[in-house]
Nanobody, 109 residues
């Protein structure tokens, strides 16, 4: 079973950028999703890339977040720009039933 390890979280000021990485232990065939969970809230999808390269984003991050996958490195990325305090959450990468451990993103106002 593939294992996922996220990295790249941290503290950033509003308007700043971060890039999260998710290293997979095996092939992910170009597909991955990123979710986030803020304190007291449900886990929500923030980006998905499907085999074939189509992507999906909720309106809350569309135009600011970009998901990509480097198949040669078995690594997925989430580029986050124009960050807002409401983007503060633990971010998880996901591949089918497999989840990473999460990485905390904190956006200060």
């Amino acid at each position: 079973q593939v294992q996922l390890v996220e990295s790249g979280g941290g503290l950033v000021q509003a308007g700043g950028s971060l890039r999260l990485s998710c290293a997979a232990s095996g092939s992910i065939f170009g597909a991955m999703a990123w979710y986030r969970q803020a304190p007291g809230k449900r886990r929500e999808l923030v980006a998905r890339i499907n085999i074939g390269g189509s992507t999906n984003y909720p309106d809350s991050v569309k135009g600011r977040f970009t998901i990509s996958v480097d198949n040669a490195k078995n690594t997925g990325y989430l580029q986050m720009n124009s960050l807002k305090p409401e983007d503060t959450a633990v971010y998880y990468c996901n591949y089918y039933e497999v989840w990473g451990q999460g990485t905390l993103v904190t956006v200060s106002s």
